[in-house]
Every structure is written in structure tokens, then in C-alpha cells.
């Protein structure tokens, strides 16, 4: 039988707060265990949670980034259940009155659109890790990352396939970045995805049985399990069985899900409003507040890029990938006035360099302006094109202005025409077969010639000039 | 008359005038607390130590003329505060070793205020009981009658005060834990409007509900307390940012036109006819300084103690989960594994009341269950502050007895839980509603056990209760006397 997959994602973000949601602990990754914490995330006894506003702004970006309505009032719940690396008992989170809901989020595949609804976006505190000691029966908890903030966004159950999934993950996580409210760091837990997922039959409309999938650290690992796990309830249902209702785990090495728990072994989270909390009341003067700072976002980015630089989408695609690749682009698009040839030079030879080694373009030794001067080095007929590309490596390499470069190995570009004239008429003359060969109609040997010039002048001789000249000094005579 | 039986005021002059050392009253404090406590154990732990350093850093900052409001003054702390080095146990096994690494925030502001702590007083396990006899370091008794109870939760501050065996106590009122032990115990008690004062460092039994408050020998002490710990904490986020008047100002005025409210549902069956008679002869002392009394209904009243016995365990239920054994206090010696430790660890560590209401607590908010019990429940709430609210548009005062009965024997109720639920029903409307109640002494039983008379102001009122509790306290001709140990 033909079937449809429905699949829905959570998404755990780590904001990028200096301190705790709760409390005013350092939020840094990779302390020694247990330094950032003190007794109100370790929960001691009488102690008391005081929300950190920063965390309730950048929930209302994300809320505004991705079309969601922000709650004039929303609230705190607990979410009741024990385990070690959970101090008091209970995780701080919003239940019944959530700080944004009814949004959406716009992914493309294969140049078809399509919105994905977001259900909600809440507030909640991260819990902290266990540490498992390989040789002994013991297990160490590390409280360093209980409270640090964190937003869960929930979706629709809109998406139809795993690469529909994937691409609604890597737009979420775009927007994340872009908003500069959560890092991205998939390996360091900073962003997390679980997904739901069930297959129904072809037209139907009710849903299927679902699982919940855990254990994705990677958008190609959701994609993988999210692939496996349609497969594995298609052999089910065509089989005649059911799928049963459970969480199941991801194992990366064996590339399989596994069963965690039952529906019959989940929690009874016995959810209730915090007491210690009182309900917060976002008013239309903090989210107008909220909007006017929210930076361009990458979907408006490409757009007005396409239109207002003539680039094409792929090319608006790649520039816009951070906000900081953006940035560069239009800065030295911007500069030297040429955006089509500042978008080929960003992504040909700036991306490569960077990519080789493993850098961000926030660590680029070139600068915007230093690149834009080489653009208008080229078009002044400075420098040829071919030139640049060894200016651009040294620039890149010493973090020299292209003038400095260009003077220093003596590179400047030779438009003399008599100078040319000159050494064109040595070549002509060093080689009567090969002027022969062209003057019978063979003008393919017209490259021939060019490389013997560029190679009698170091490659400096101007690409135009010579090809106007050369191509009069060989018919003429 | 010994420097212990003396109020903070009459200390303060005494030390001002140099007439006593902070030193001499606390060594009549301790020569008082071996003498007595044996028998009536109202502390788990004593500061000795503590107390007599204090005492001669107070003498020294008294000589340099460096006096603060409290200074040089023994005050006791219920076992539910956290203190910083020193064990708080709230009356549990669970923390029977537990010592926190930080100070409550009224700690810090008795502190500051110049106290001198005399140790942390017993009281019933996590505040859940009201005669002091669910602690895991045995009962309190009740200096009257060391047959009988004094009351509870906060049963061993309000013993300490009434018996000498500190100058004024503090203690944590959830359902009438401050009030009804200091009705029983013949001491003035009140429970401040729920954010006055903060809560941050107070071991949770009911977060909505818990309010920390003082037991004093009189209500100018009280007032002197309270100057001292009310205000806005910005580590509490249920504080209120309010203005503090200086409630001694209050003690003076006088109630001349005022309304007084008398609720009939307050006046139930089962009322002690000792207790409802000394609470109508109160009510002709305040008609006669000048105020009118009149019959009110809170027509909710009856659902207070179903909604208290709903709201209070579902809280506790969640607050009580950190006691896991893991991170500090009780942990079994043996496990098979992680479940089984949380369930040996939380099955020793606790008392059998405590898991009671965790159990009712649980199920109250399972899933299924939350709408029929803590939804109602908490909507039943809104309705009965709505009483409150209705009645203090007309009324300046409510007035009511403390408890229905006099302090009743020990033992006499542990086996009947209901029983023992019932003995806060006057009380506990005020924490449901978030509202000030004082209580004062007014008078004796004919077995000499004291009775209590409770004021109810509406929010942030505390200065009215002041006024009418201090009019009342001058003008009621009660006998004076003392427990004899």
C-alpha cells in the first residue's frame, strides 16, 4: 500500500544568555563540573527562581521571526518528574499559557513552497548531565548546564517527508543563528530535535500511530531516522501489524531506532502553574520594541538580494547562509558597485580559502573594502583578472591592501600600446608557422599567441590590448 | 522579673540605659532553656555558641554607641529557615543532616538588625501538622500543660516564646502555623499578607500559601519584628514591591469608628463555649474603645478546608521532590538501583504525614484528575478571597476566634487526620485569601489553657492589625500569668 508520512519536530534551543534563566550562573560550555552552579540551580532547599528577562526577549524574536502571535500574558509551569540530572524534581517550563503560538516557517524543495505551522514556542529551564563511569557501577552528575535557558518550538505535524523535515530543521536553525539567540552547536546539545512521527494511507485523513524519535544530533541523522522509521512502520503496517505508541532512540552506528519506553511507561508530568512564579505580561510596547531590532532574516535577505544585486537564487542562496557571509557580501558588493562580480569573487575564491581552513568569515584576514579595491583595480585595467587571483591568495595570506601587493611584486598590469606593439611583433616573427597556420583559417592558434605574450611579459601584459592589437598585427601584415 | 520573661522593647531600654548586657540576657536565656527545655523540647538544635559570641559583639557595638533595632536581642528561628553552616532539618529525617550554604533572606535581615539567634526551634515535619508532634526529633509540648500540644506547625517558636526560653521566635504559617500555635500557647503570632515578607530561604511546604511571620511576647514586639523583615526581596519573585509604614506608629492610634466584621461561619459547632465565650467578651472590649461590630458572611468558608487540603498537598507534592537522596540529606544505605533509592530513601526519610499528603498531592494533579481537583480547587480560591474582598469593602476588621478549642491532648488526635485538619479551620481562609491575621492572647480556659483572638485585615493591612491588636492588648484587664514548669 501507498502510505503518507506525518511528521511533526520539537526543538530544544539554547539561548545565548550570559547567565541562567533562573538564576545568575554563567551559561559558558565546558566548565568543570559543577562550577557554574549555585544553590538556586542546585536546587537547595528554600531556595527561589527569578526569571532572566534577556531569555523572554529573545523567545519573543524567535516568536516574531517566525510569524508566531506573542501571548499578552503567558506563564510558568512544572513539569513534575524525577531523575538525577533533575535537582529539584521538577523542570521550569510554560504549559497551559506558552509565550508564542500560531506561527509558520516557509521551506522550498525542488522550487515548491510550502508553509510549516508552528504550534508554539515556550520558555523552559535545560536539566543537567550524568556522567557514567566505564569501569565502576557509579554515575556523577553535573549541574553546569541545569537552568540554562532554553526554547522549545513545536510544529504542526505538516511535514510529509524526511527531506521536507530536514529542510524545516536547517530553516529553523537559520533563523536561530541569524537572530543571534542561540549558537547552533547540534554536537554541544545547543540544538536539539525530536520528531513524531506516523505513516497513514494514501488519502487518508485521520492520523496513524505515532513514534516519538530521541537521539538525532545531526540534520543528517534526523533525516537518516526519519527515513528508517517510515520504512520500519511501512513493514509493519503492510504487514497487517500496528505500530505501537513509544519513544524510541536513534542509534547512530547501527543506523536502526531502538525502543525506549512505552506509551504505558511515559511520565505523568503532573503539570501545574509555579507558584514561585508570577505570570509575565508582555505588553504591544515591548514586542514593537522587540520587532524594530530584529535583524533582516535570511528568506527577506534572498529576496531583496536577488532583486536588488540581479544575483541568481543560487547565488543568493550561498551568500546568505549567516548573517555575516551576508554581510560581507553586500559590503563589498556595496563598495566597489559591482555586486555581480563581488558575489563571484565571495563565493569562488573568499569560501574557498575560508573552507580550507575550517575558518568563518568573521575571521577573514581580507576585508570588504580591501576585496572591493580589488575589484576596481580590475576594472580600471589595473590588474588583469588573472593577476588578482595571485593578489587575492597573497592578500589573503598576509592580509596586504592590493595595492601594496600589486607594487611590491611589480605587478602592474602593461596597457602601453607601443610597449605591446613591440613584443607582439618579436612573437609574430619568432613564429611564421604558426602565423601561417592562423592567416590559412586556423584561428585557434590566436590562443597560442596570447600565452607566448603573457609568457614574454610575466602575465602582466593587458588581456584586451593584446587581443585587439594581435588580432590587427596578424592580419595586417 | 528574669531578663528572659522581658519583651524586646523592655530589653531595648534596659541595654540603652545599661542597665543589662546582651551577654546577661543570655545567660539567663540558656540557664532558662536547660531548665525547662528537657521537658518541653521546643528547639532541634541550639546556637549556644553563637548566642554568647553575639552577645559580646552586641555589648561592644552597645558601648560604641552602634545600636541597631535588634541588637543584643535572642531570637529564635523555626527549623525551616535556612541558615548558613548551621543544620536545618525542617523537623525532618530526610535533612536530619542537611546544612545549607546560604542564609534566608530574614536571616540576613535579623542579622543585620543586630539579633542574636538562640538556636532553631522543632516543629511539625515540613510544616505539615498542627501540633508539633509529626517531627522526626519527637513532640514539643505545651509549656501549660505538658500533657497537651502547643500547637503546630510552629510549635517549638511559639513554646520558646511562651516560655521564656527565647525573646521573640520566628515561624512560617501555611494554614494558621503561626497563628493557632501562639492562640494555644497564650503568645501574640502573625501571619503577614503573602509577599510581605520574603519567602526565599523559607524551606517550601505550600509556595502559595507559606508566609513567614514572628511570635512575640506582646504586639509592640511585634511590631518591632515585623519593622524588621518585611519589604520587597528582589530573590523572590512573588514579593511585592510596597511601601513598609513603621507599624510601631499603629500601636498608639486608636480604633474609634471602626468597623468591626463578625463571621458567623466562624462561630461553628464544636466551638469551644470556654473559647467562644472569651472571644464575645473581646468583642464588647472593642465595641467599648469606640468601634461597631456587625454580623458578615463569608459564605465560602466551608469549602476553605476541602480547597486547603487540595491546593497545600499538590504544591508540597512538587516542592518535596528535590529530597531524591542524591544531591544531600537522607539516602539509604542500600539500593538495587536508581529507582530503588529514590523509593528507599523518600519511604525512610519521611514521615508518615508528610507521604500522606504527597500521595494526596500527586494525585491531585495526575493527569485525569487536575480539573476535578487543583482547577476547581484553585478557582474555589478565587471565590473565597472574593469573600474576603466583599466583606473588607465594608469592614475595616474581621474578628474571629483563633481555634475552636483550647490545646487538646497529646496523642489525642495523630490517629484521626481529619480530626486534626479541623483544628486549623479558622485559620486557614487567611493563607487561601493571602491576607494578614494576628493573634493575641484573651484570656484562659477554666484548666488555665490560654485562648486566642484572631484579627483579619484585608492586604497589606498589617498596620491596622497592629492598631486594633495593641488597643485590644491595652484595654482587655486580662489577668497576667505564667506558665509554671
Same mark, same amino acid.
Given at each position: 500500500?501507498?502510505?503518507?508520512?506525518?511528521?511533526?519536530?520539537?526543538?530544544?534551543?539554547?539561548l545565548l544568555t550570559?547567565?541562567?534563566i533562573?538564576?545568575?550562573?554563567?551559561?559558558?560550555?565546558?566548565?568543570?563540573?559543577?562550577?557554574?552552579?549555585?544553590?538556586?540551580?542546585?536546587?537547595?532547599?528554600?531556595?527561589?527562581?527569578v526569571l532572566n528577562k534577556k531569555v523572554v526577549e529573545y523567545a519573543i524574536k524567535m516568536g516574531l521571526a517566525t510569524h508566531c502571535r506573542i501571548n499578552a500574558q503567558c506563564s510558568f509551569?512544572?513539569?513534575?518528574?524525577?531523575?538525577?540530572?533533575?535537582?529539584?524534581?521538577?523542570?521550569?517550563?510554560q504549559?497551559?499559557e506558552p509565550l508564542a503560538e500560531f506561527g509558520?516557517?516557509?521551506?522550498?524543495?525542488?522550487?515548491?513552497?510550502?508553509?510549516?505551522?508552528i504550534?508554539r514556542i515556550h520558555m523552559?529551564?535545560?536539566?543537567?548531565?550524568?556522567?557514567?563511569?566505564?569501569?565502576?557501577?557509579?554515575?556523577?552528575?553535573?549541574?553546569?548546564?541545569?537552568?540554562?535557558p532554553?526554547i522549545?518550538?513545536?510544529?504542526?505535524?505538516?511535514?510529509?517527508?524526511?527531506?521536507?523535515?530536514?529542510?524545516?530543521?536547517?530553516?529553523?536553525?537559520?533563523i536561530?543563528?541569524?537572530l543571534e539567540i542561540?549558537?547552533?552547536?547540534?554536537?554541544?546539545?545547543?540544538?536539539?530535535?525530536?520528531?513524531?512521527?506516523?505513516?497513514?494511507?494514501?488519502?487518508?485523513?485521520?492520523?496513524?500511530?505515532?513514534?516519538?524519535?530521541?537521539?538525532?544530533?545531526?540534520?543528517?541523522?534526523?533525516?537518516?531516522?526519519?527515513?528508517?522509521?517510515?520504512?520500519?512502520?511501512?513493514?509493519?503496517?503492510?504487514?497487517?501489524?500496528?505500530?505501537?505508541?513509544?519513544?524510541?532512540?536513534?542509534?547512530?552506528?547501527?543506523?536502526?531506532?531502538?525502543?525506549?519506553?512505552?506509551?504505558?511507561?511515559?511520565?505523568?508530568?503532573?503539570?501545574?502553574?509555579?507558584?514561585?512564579l508570577v505570570p509575565i505580561d508582555i505588553g504591544r510596547d515591548w514586542v514593537d520594541e522587540v520587532e524594530k531590532n530584529l535583524p533582516e532574516l535570511?528568506?527577506?535577505?534572498?529576496?531583496?538580494?536577488?532583486?536588488?544585486?540581479?544575483?541568481?537564487?543560487?547565488?543568493?542562496?550561498?551568500? &546568505?547562509? /549567516?548573517?555575516?557571509? *551576508?554581510?560581507?557580501?553586500? %559590503?563589498?558588493?556595496?563598495?566597489? #558597485? !559591482?555586486?555581480?562580480? +563581488?558575489?563571484?569573487?565571495?563565493?569562488?575564491?573568499?569560501?574557498?580559502?575560508?573552507?580550507?581552513?575550517?575558518?568563518?568569515?568573521?575571521?577573514?584576514?581580507?576585508?570588504?573594502?580591501?576585496?572591493?579595491?580589488?575589484?576596481?583595480?580590475?576594472?580600471?585595467? &589595473?590588474? /588583469?583578472?588573472?593577476? *588578482?587571483?595571485?593578489?587575492? %591568495?597573497?592578500?589573503?595570506?598576509? #592580509? !596586504?591592501?592590493?595595492? +601594496?601587493?600589486?607594487?611590491?611584486?611589480?605587478?602592474?598590469?602593461?596597457?602601453?600600446?607601443?610597449?605591446?606593439?613591440?613584443?607582439?611583433?618579436?612573437?609574430?616573427?619568432?613564429?611564421?608557422?604558426?602565423?601561417?597556420?592562423?592567416?590559412?583559417?586556423?584561428?585557434?592558434?590566436?590562443?597560442?599567441?596570447?600565452?607566448?605574450?603573457?609568457?614574454?611579459?610575466?602575465?602582466?601584459?593587458?588581456?584586451?590590448?593584446?587581443?585587439?592589437?594581435?588580432?590587427?598585427?596578424?592580419?595586417?601584415? | 522579673?528574669?531578663?528572659?520573661?522581658?519583651?524586646?522593647?523592655?530589653?531595648?531600654?534596659?541595654?540603652?540605659?545599661?542597665?543589662?548586657?546582651?551577654?546577661?540576657?543570655?545567660?539567663?536565656?540558656?540557664?532558662?532553656?536547660?531548665?525547662?527545655?528537657?521537658?518541653?523540647?521546643?528547639?532541634?538544635?541550639?546556637?549556644?555558641?553563637?548566642?554568647?559570641?553575639?552577645?559580646?559583639?552586641?555589648?561592644?557595638?552597645?558601648?560604641?554607641?552602634?545600636?541597631?533595632?535588634?541588637?543584643?536581642?535572642?531570637?529564635?528561628?523555626?527549623?525551616?529557615?535556612?541558615?548558613?553552616?548551621?543544620?536545618?532539618?525542617?523537623?525532618?529525617?530526610?535533612?536530619?543532616?542537611?546544612?545549607?550554604?546560604?542564609?534566608?533572606?530574614?536571616?540576613?535581615?535579623?542579622?543585620?538588625?543586630?539579633?542574636?539567634?538562640?538556636?532553631?526551634?522543632?516543629?511539625?515535619?515540613?510544616?505539615?501538622?498542627?501540633?508539633?508532634?509529626?517531627?522526626?526529633?519527637?513532640?514539643?509540648?505545651?509549656?501549660?500543660?505538658?500533657?497537651?500540644?502547643?500547637?503546630?506547625?510552629?510549635?517549638?517558636?511559639?513554646?520558646?516564646?511562651?516560655?521564656?526560653?527565647?525573646?521573640?521566635?520566628?515561624?512560617?504559617?501555611?494554614?494558621?502555623?503561626?497563628?493557632?500555635?501562639?492562640?494555644?500557647?497564650?503568645?501574640?503570632?502573625?501571619?503577614?499578607?503573602?509577599?510581605?515578607?520574603?519567602?526565599?530561604?523559607?524551606?517550601?511546604?505550600?509556595?502559595?500559601?507559606?508566609?513567614?511571620?514572628?511570635?512575640?511576647?506582646?504586639?509592640?514586639?511585634?511590631?518591632?519584628?515585623?519593622?524588621?523583615?518585611?519589604?520587597y526581596?528582589p530573590?523572590?519573585s512573588?514579593?511585592v514591591p510596597?511601601?513598609?509604614?513603621?507599624?510601631?506608629?499603629?500601636?498608639?492610634?486608636?480604633?474609634?469608628?471602626?468597623?468591626?466584621?463578625?463571621?458567623?461561619?466562624?462561630?461553628?459547632?464544636?466551638?469551644?463555649?470556654?473559647?467562644?465565650?472569651?472571644?464575645?467578651?473581646?468583642?464588647?472590649?472593642?465595641?467599648?474603645?469606640?468601634?461597631?461590630?456587625?454580623?458578615?458572611?463569608?459564605?465560602?468558608?466551608?469549602?476553605?478546608?476541602?480547597?486547603?487540603?487540595?491546593?497545600?498537598?499538590?504544591?508540597?507534592?512538587?516542592?518535596?521532590?528535590?529530597?531524591?537522596?542524591?544531591?544531600?540529606?537522607?539516602?539509604?544505605?542500600?539500593?538495587?538501583?536508581?529507582?530503588?533509592?529514590?523509593?528507599?530513601?523518600?519511604?525512610?526519610?519521611?514521615?508518615?504525614?508528610?507521604?500522606?499528603?504527597?500521595?494526596?498531592?500527586?494525585?491531585?494533579?495526575?493527569?485525569?484528575?487536575?480539573?476535578?481537583?487543583?482547577?476547581?480547587?484553585?478557582?474555589?480560591?478565587?471565590?473565597?478571597?472574593?469573600?474576603?474582598?466583599?466583606?473588607?469593602?465594608?469592614?475595616?476588621?474581621?474578628?474571629?476566634?483563633?481555634?475552636?478549642?483550647?490545646?487538646?491532648?497529646?496523642?489525642?488526635?495523630?490517629?484521626?487526620?481529619?480530626?486534626?485538619?479541623?483544628?486549623?479551620?479558622?485559620?486557614?481562609?487567611?493563607?487561601?485569601?493571602?491576607?494578614?491575621?494576628?493573634?493575641?492572647?484573651?484570656?484562659?480556659?477554666?484548666?488555665?489553657?490560654?485562648?486566642?483572638?484572631?484579627?483579619?485585615?484585608?492586604?497589606?493591612?498589617?498596620?491596622?492589625?497592629?492598631?486594633?491588636?495593641?488597643?485590644?492588648?491595652?484595654?482587655?484587664?486580662?489577668?497576667?500569668?505564667?506558665?509554671?514548669?
Amino acid at each position: 500500500m501507498k502510505y503518507e508520512a506525518v511528521i511533526g519536530l520539537e526543538v530544544h534551543a539554547q539561548l545565548l544568555t550570559d547567565t541562567k534563566i533562573f538564576c545568575n550562573c554563567s551559561t559558558k560550555f565546558g566548565a568543570a563540573p559543577n562550577s557554574h552552579t549555585c544553590p538556586i540551580c542546585l536546587g537547595m532547599p528554600g531556595v527561589l527562581p527569578v526569571l532572566n528577562k534577556k531569555v523572554v526577549e529573545y523567545a519573543i524574536k524567535m516568536g516574531l521571526a517566525t510569524h508566531c502571535r506573542i501571548n499578552a500574558q503567558c506563564s510558568f509551569a512544572r513539569k513534575n518528574y524525577f531523575y538525577p540530572d533533575l535537582p529539584k524534581g521538577y523542570q521550569i517550563s510554560q504549559y497551559a499559557e506558552p509565550l508564542a503560538e500560531f506561527g509558520h516557517v516557509d521551506i522550498e524543495i525542488n522550487g515548491e513552497k510550502k508553509a510549516i505551522g508552528i504550534t508554539r514556542i515556550h520558555m523552559e529551564e535545560d536539566a543537567g548531565k550524568l556522567l557514567h563511569d566505564e569501569h565502576n557501577p557509579v554515575s556523577y552528575v553535573d549541574l553546569n548546564r541545569t537552568g540554562v535557558p532554553l526554547i522549545e518550538i513545536v510544529s504542526e505535524p505538516d511535514m510529509r517527508s524526511a527531506e521536507e523535515a530536514a529542510a524545516y530543521l536547517k530553516r529553523l536553525h537559520e533563523i536561530l543563528v541569524y537572530l543571534e539567540i542561540c549558537d547552533g552547536n547540534m554536537e554541544e546539545g545547543s540544538f536539539r530535535c525530536d520528531a513524531n512521527i506516523s505513516l497513514r494511507p494514501w488519502g487518508e485523513t485521520a492520523f496513524g500511530i505515532r513514534t516519538e524519535l530521541k537521539n538525532m544530533n545531526s540534520f543528517r541523522n534526523v533525516q537518516r531516522a526519519l527515513e528508517y522509521e517510515i520504512k520500519r512502520q511501512q513493514y509493519i503496517l503492510d504487514d497487517g501489524g500496528e505500530v505501537v505508541q513509544e519513544t524510541r532512540l536513534w542509534e547512530d552506528g547501527q543506523g536502526v531506532t531502538h525502543s525506549m519506553r512505552s506509551k504505558e511507561e511515559a511520565h505523568d508530568y503532573r503539570y501545574f502553574p509555579d507558584p514561585d512564579l508570577v505570570p509575565i505580561d508582555i505588553g504591544r510596547d515591548w514586542v514593537d520594541e522587540v520587532e524594530k531590532n530584529l535583524p533582516e532574516l535570511p528568506l527577506a535577505k534572498r529576496e531583496r538580494f536577488m532583486g536588488e544585486y540581479q544575483i541568481s537564487a543560487y547565488d543568493a542562496g550561498v551568500l &546568505t547562509v /549567516s548573517r555575516a557571509l *551576508a554581510d560581507y557580501f553586500e %559590503e563589498v558588493a556595496k563598495r566597489s #558597485g !559591482k555586486p555581480k562580480i +563581488a558575489a563571484n569573487w565571495v563565493m569562488g575564491d573568499i569560501l574557498k580559502f575560508l573552507n580550507e581552513e575550517k575558518k568563518d568569515i568573521k575571521d577573514c584576514p581580507i576585508t570588504p573594502s580591501a576585496l572591493a579595491d580589488l575589484i576596481g583595480l580590475i576594472d580600471k585595467g &589595473t590588474i /588583469s583578472g588573472k593577476m *588578482a587571483k595571485d593578489v587575492v %591568495e597573497q592578500m589573503y595570506q598576509t #592580509g !596586504k591592501a592590493p595595492t +601594496a601587493i600589486i607594487e611590491e611584486k611589480g605587478m602592474v598590469q602593461i596597457t602601453d600600446e607601443s610597449t605591446l606593439s613591440k613584443i607582439i611583433s618579436e612573437v609574430i616573427e619568432a613564429n611564421p608557422e604558426q602565423v601561417a597556420q592562423y592567416r590559412s583559417g586556423k584561428e585557434k592558434v590566436f590562443g597560442f599567441f596570447v600565452g607566448q605574450i603573457m609568457k614574454a611579459t610575466q602575465g602582466k601584459a593587458n588581456p584586451k590590448i593584446i587581443n585587439d592589437l594581435l588580432k590587427k598585427m596578424l592580419t595586417k601584415s | 522579673m528574669e531578663l528572659n520573661q522581658l519583651t524586646i522593647h523592655e530589653l531595648q531600654n534596659r541595654l540603652r540605659a545599661g542597665e543589662a548586657t546582651a551577654l546577661e540576657i543570655v545567660q539567663a536565656l540558656f540557664k532558662r532553656i536547660e531548665t525547662v527545655e528537657s521537658r518541653l523540647k521546643a528547639y532541634i538544635s541550639l546556637m549556644k555558641e553563637d548566642a554568647f559570641e553575639g552577645a559580646i559583639r552586641a555589648d561592644e557595638a552597645i558601648k560604641k554607641g552602634d545600636i541597631n533595632p535588634l541588637t543584643g536581642i535572642p531570637i529564635a528561628l523555626k527549623d525551616i529557615y535556612c541558615t548558613k553552616g548551621v543544620r536545618t532539618t525542617c523537623g525532618s529525617r530526610i535533612l536530619h543532616n542537611y546544612i545549607p550554604p546560604y542564609n534566608a533572606t530574614v536571616v540576613e535581615k535579623l542579622q543585620q538588625a543586630g539579633a542574636i539567634f538562640t538556636g532553631k526551634t522543632n516543629m511539625d515535619e515540613f510544616a505539615m501538622g498542627s501540633s508539633t508532634e509529626t517531627s522526626f526529633f519527637g513532640a514539643t509540648r505545651n509549656p501549660w500543660d505538658p500533657e497537651r500540644i502547643p500547637g503546630g506547625s510552629s510549635g517549638g517558636s511559639a513554646v520558646a516564646v511562651a516560655a521564656d526560653e527565647c525573646i521573640a521566635a520566628l515561624g512560617s504559617d501555611t494554614g494558621g502555623s503561626i497563628r493557632q500555635p501562639a492562640a494555644l500557647c497564650g503568645v501574640v503570632g502573625m501571619k503577614p499578607t503573602y509577599g510581605r515578607v520574603s519567602r526565599f530561604g523559607l524551606i517550601a511546604f505550600a509556595s502559595s500559601l507559606d508566609q513567614i511571620g514572628p511570635f512575640t511576647k506582646d504586639v509592640e514586639d511585634c511590631a518591632i519584628i515585623m519593622n524588621c523583615i518585611a519589604g520587597y526581596d528582589p530573590k523572590e519573585s512573588t514579593s511585592v514591591p510596597a511601601d513598609v509604614p513603621d507599624y510601631r506608629d499603629f500601636l498608639s492610634r486608636d480604633i474609634k469608628g471602626w468597623t468591626i466584621g463578625v463571621p458567623k461561619e466562624y462561630f461553628i459547632e464544636g466551638i469551644d463555649p470556654e473559647v467562644e465565650q472569651a472571644v464575645r467578651q473581646a468583642i464588647k472590649v472593642v465595641e467599648g474603645l469606640g468601634a461597631k461590630t456587625r454580623d458578615v458572611s463569608l459564605p465560602r468558608t466551608k469549602y476553605c478546608l476541602a480547597v486547603y487540603y487540595i491546593v497545600a498537598p499538590a504544591e508540597a507534592s512538587s516542592n518535596l521532590a528535590r529530597y531524591d537522596g542524591i544531591k544531600y540529606g537522607y539516602r539509604t544505605p542500600d539500593s538495587l538501583d536508581l529507582l530503588d533509592m529514590y523509593k528507599k530513601s523518600r519511604s525512610d526519610g519521611f514521615g508518615a504525614e508528610v507521604k500522606r499528603r504527597i500521595m494526596l498531592g500527586t494525585y491531585a494533579l495526575s493527569s485525569g484528575y487536575y480539573d476535578a481537583y487543583y482547577k476547581k480547587a484553585s478557582q474555589v480560591r478565587a471565590l473565597i478571597k472574593q469573600d474576603f474582598d466583599e466583606v473588607f469593602r465594608t469592614c475595616d476588621i474581621i474578628l474571629t476566634p483563633t481555634t475552636p478549642t483550647p490545646a487538646f491532648k497529646l496523642g489525642e488526635k495523630t490517629d484521626d487526620p481529619l480530626q486534626m485538619y479541623l483544628s486549623d479551620i479558622l485559620t486557614i481562609s487567611a493563607n487561601l485569601a493571602g491576607i494578614p491575621g494576628i493573634s493575641v492572647p484573651c484570656g484562659f480556659s477554666g484548666s488555665g489553657l490560654p485562648i486566642g483572638l484572631q484579627f483579619l485585615a484585608s492586604h497589606f493591612e498589617e498596620g491596622k492589625l497592629m492598631q486594633i491588636a495593641s488597643a485590644y492588648e491595652k484595654n482587655a484587664n486580662l489577668e497576667k500569668r505564667r506558665p509554671h514548669l
